[in-house]
C-alpha cells in the first residue's frame, strides 16, 4: 500500500509523536519533560530542554557532542510552551522554540531570555487545503473553518496572512487543534483548511492529499530562538557553557546544509518520518536555517507578534520583547535579516 493511501489513523502516530518546536500544546507527560540521558564529561551540567528529533539529534549527527568539557542532561517537551514553562521553573537551562511561545511566555511574566537565533525560510510554514478544494486564494477563507494549533508560530502566519488578505480573525472559524487532531479534521472534511507548519506540511503534501493555499513568505519573520533562563547566564561557568552550546548548534546548522540527506536520514530514524517526508522538510525548511544575531531588527520583528496578539486580546498585555533578549552571543553573527539558505527552486 503506498503511503499517501494510508488511512488518518495511520498518520497519527508521527504526527503526535512530532509535536514541535512552533507548538502550542500541553506537554503530555505533565510534571516535567522526559529525560533522554546525558553526554559529556565534567562537573558542570547544563540542562537542556529538547523535542523530539530536535537539537540533541542534530548536534549528535554532525558530531558535535563529542569531547564535550561539560555535561549536557537533556530533557524532551513535547513543545515549546512546556519547555519554556521548565526555564521559567529553573528546571531547565535552556531550549530552542520557534518564532512565537516566546512571546507568550514573556506575556505571562515569565524568567526567560532569549539568547540565540536563527533564520530559515518560511515555505513550512502554510495554509493548506484539500487538493479538491474550490479555494484558491486566501481571500476566499472568509467564512470558512480553519484549523489552528493556539500560540504557535502557524497561529501568527495565519492571522498575518488573514490580515494581508483584507480579512480579520472574526471573518472566519478557528478551531484550535493540535497537530493530530488538527489532521484528523483536515482528512474528514471537518475543517476548510489547516494552518501549520514543517515537518507537517511535508507530510500532509504527501499523505493527506493536501495542497498550499498560501506560504509564509513574505509574511512571517521566519525566526527560531534560543531561550536561556536567567540565573543560568548570571553563573559564570553556566555561561559559558551556554556560549559554547551555541557555537556548536550554529557549526551543526552548516553541517545540515551541506548533508540534507544524512541528517534526513537521521531525522526520519529519531522521529518516524517517512525518509521522503523528512528530506522534503529538510529541504523547504529545516535545512535553510543560518545562525543570525538577536539584533533590533529581530526584536522589532518580534514586537509586530506582540502587539497582533495584544490587539486581538490573545494575550494579557502588550510589553517590551526586547526586556526579554539578552545579546551578549550575538558576536560577529550576521543582521536577522539575512537571507535563509536555499536548495534551489524547487524548495
Same mark, same amino acid.
Given at each position: ?9 495511520? +498518520? +497519527? ?26 553526554? #559529556?564529561?565534567?562537573?558542570?551540567? +547544563? =540542562?537542556?530542554?529538547?523535542?523530539? #528529533? ?14 564535550? /568539557? ?63 478544494? /474550490? ?5 476566499? +477563507? ?8 493556539? #500560540? ?68 512571517? =519573520? ?107 552571543? =550575538? ?17
Amino acid at each position: 500500500m503506498r503511503a499517501r493511501h494510508l488511512a488518518p489513523a495511520a +498518520l +497519527l502516530l508521527p504526527f503526535a509523536l512530532l509535536l514541535a518546536a512552533c507548538g502550542g500544546a500541553p506537554r503530555a507527560e505533565g510534571g516535567g519533560g522526559t529525560g533522554s540521558g546525558t553526554d #559529556g564529561k565534567g562537573s558542570l551540567t +547544563l =540542562n537542556v530542554g529538547d523535542q523530539k #528529533g530536535g537539537s540533541e539529534a542534530l548536534l549528535r549527527a554532525a558530531g558535535e557532542l563529542d569531547d564535550l /568539557p561539560y555535561r549536557i542532561k537533556w530533557s524532551t517537551f513535547t513543545s515549546g510552551p512546556p519547555l519554556l514553562e521548565a526555564i521559567n521553573a529553573g528546571a531547565v537551562d535552556v531550549g530552542a522554540v520557534g518564532n512565537t511561545p516566546p512571546v507568550f511566555a514573556a506575556a505571562a511574566k515569565s524568567k526567560i531570555k532569549v539568547i540565540a537565533g536563527s533564520h530559515s525560510r518560511s515555505d513550512g510554514e502554510t495554509i493548506l487545503v484539500k487538493k479538491g478544494s /474550490p479555494l484558491k486564494r486566501p481571500t476566499q +477563507l472568509k467564512g470558512k473553518s480553519i484549523a489552528v494549533a493556539q #500560540g504557535s508560530s502557524a497561529h501568527y502566519q495565519l492571522i498575518a496572512s488573514l490580515k494581508k488578505a483584507g480579512l480579520t480573525p472574526k471573518d472566519v472559524t478557528l478551531n484550535y487543534l493540535q497537530p493530530a487532531d488538527a489532521l484528523a479534521a483536515f482528512t474528514r472534511g471537518k475543517v476548510a483548511a489547516w494552518a501549520v507548519w514543517d515537518p507537517y506540511t511535508s507530510q500532509a503534501l504527501d499523505q493527506a492529499d493536501a495542497r498550499v493555499l498560501t506560504t509564509g513568505q513574505g509574511v512571517v =519573520n521566519g525566526l527560531s530562538f534560543q531561550v536561556a533562563a536567567p540565573a543560568a547566564l548570571d553563573d559564570k561557568k553556566k555561561s559559558a557553557a551556554l556560549r559554547d552550546y551555541t557555537e556548536r548548534l550554529r557549526r551543526a546548522q552548516d553541517w545540515v546544509f551541506k548533508h540534507p540527506d544524512a541528517w534526513a536520514e537521521a531525522w526520519a530514524k529519531e522521529t518516524g518520518l517517512p525518509d521522503k517526508v523528512a528530506l522534503d522538510a529538510v529541504k523547504r525548511t529545516r535545512g535553510t536555517a543560518v545562525a543570525v544575531a538577536v539584533d533590533k531588527a529581530a526584536v522589532a520583528s518580534e514586537q509586530r507578534i506582540v502587539d497582533a496578539f495584544a490587539a486581538l486580546k490573545l494575550i494579557p498585555r502588550s510589553f517590551d520583547f526586547g526586556a526579554f533578549v539578552d545579546p551578549r552571543f =550575538n558576536g560577529d553573527l550576521p543582521p536577522s535579516g539575512t537571507a535563509p539558505r536555499t536548495y534551489g527552486k524547487d524548495h
